[in-house]
């Protein structure tokens, strides 16, 4: 199921697992002019390097479907709260999006054509199939763009109040040989607005994993990652039932 905010593959199954993805896509459509240089849709700023390839080849196997967003976050973070300007943002890692300056009606106008139809079908995904366990799927860089340090994660494990998934996921990622980063590189309790959302208001188990984007910028770390992390989902969502 495609839409202009979002696409849907696979078929969900109650109790299997939905990918969600909110930054798959570095898609602006052509009535949307953001200002930008167009070289900034192939980086980190518009899109999360290889999560969309990783969350497609999990919507392969039964039981899996994925739900990914289907712009940029430049045009549209869905994973941001509606009342936040950074739904649209005007700057970004800071680089200025002069597409973005929007009057109050225009700033709407983004809002009902992306960010409520993203939501609404999403909620309405999980409603009708209720997922065992949300696999939240982003990525970040190897380094911060203000720093020549490395970051060490191969990959971050987030979350807010709910921990339940974490636990059992983190010592799995670790026994697979990888540097695990709790709460690393990001907090989920700063962020993590989809599933406080769509998990953690209805008490849905969830699992927020960032990949490190150097792991997975090509077919091959895709592959692997989409079967690690397949593994890994499945083995939560059964000690977690």
């Known amino acids: 199921m495609d839409h202009e905010a979002y696409r849907l593959i696979g078929s969900p199954r109650f109790g299997g697992i939905l990918v969600v993805s909110d930054h798959a896509s570095n898609r602006v459509p052509e009535d949307i002019d953001l200002g930008i240089a167009p070289d900034l849709l192939t980086q980190h700023v518009a899109i999360d390097i290889g999560v969309g390839a990783i969350a497609e080849r999990m919507a392969q196997r039964p039981g899996t479907a994925a739900f990914l967003g289907n712009v940029s976050r430049l045009v549209c973070d869905f994973n941001r709260d509606e009342h936040l300007p950074t739904v649209v943002p005007i700057a970004s890692d800071g680089h200025a999006i002069p597409g973005n300056a929007l009057d109050h009606a225009g700033h709407e106008a983004r809002l009902a054509r992306f960010f409520r139809p993203y939501h609404e079908a999403l909620a309405a995904t999980i409603e009708a199939a209720p997922p065992s366990l949300i696999l939240s799927l982003h990525s970040f860089t190897p380094r911060l763009a203000s720093s020549e340090e490395p970051r060490p994660w191969h990959v971050g494990v987030l979350y807010n109040a709910d921990e339940r ?69 499945n083995a939560v969502a059964i000690s977690i039932a």
């Open 165 to 233: 998934a974490a636990r059992i996921a983190i010592p799995l990622l670790e026994a697979e040989g990888l540097i695990v980063g709790d709460q690393q590189p990001y907090s989920g309790k700063l962020l993590n607005a989809t599933m406080n959302r769509h998990a953690e208001a209805d008490g849905r188990p969830y699992l927020g994993v960032e990949v490190r984007q150097d792991l997975i910028g090509d077919e091959a770390g895709q592959a692997e990652w989409a079967e690690g992390l397949a593994r890994i989902a």
